[in-house]
């Protein structure tokens, strides 16, 4: 059973705007933290933005005021608002679902392309 599915990748010119979506099945992520990270051909995978179930975020540097990490309980979902994009972007952008207080890390979806052309 997929547990997070993530959806909104394609290819846009550099300076434009993507939305990345993750759905989540069950409920152990409504009540965790929900995140993003990212992998680049021949990169480490790197974590971009996090947001816990009370809506405090985090961002790496290189994506901090460009990237918007967002959720709605309701729909246990999240979302990844990308403007200003860059061809250092591009990458395989995964959702993941950790605890919010040791970090463990329950899921991560299968990932979805985004590619920045410049």
């Known amino acids: 059973q997929v547990q997070l599915e993530e959806s909104g990748g394609g290819l846009v010119q550099a300076g434009e705007s993507l939305r990345l979506s993750c759905a989540a099945a069950?409920?152990?992520?409504?009540?965790?933290?929900m995140g993003w990270a990212r992998q680049a051909p021949g990169k480490q995978r790197e974590l971009v933005a996090t947001?816990?179930?009370?809506?405090?975020?985090n961002y790496a540097d290189s994506v901090k005021g460009r990237f918007t990490i967002s959720r709605d309980n309701a729909k246990n979902a999240t979302y990844l608002q990308m403007r200003s994009l860059k061809p250092e972007d591009t990458a395989v952008y995964y959702c993941?679902?950790?605890?919010?207080?040791?970090?463990?890390?329950?899921?991560w979806g299968r990932g979805t392309l985004v590619t920045v052309s410049s």
């Open positions: 069950g409920s152990i992520c409504r009540f965790n933290t």
């Open positions: 993941r679902c950790s605890n919010t207080y040791d970090g463990t890390v329950y899921y």
């Open positions: 947001i816990t179930s009370g809506g405090s975020t």
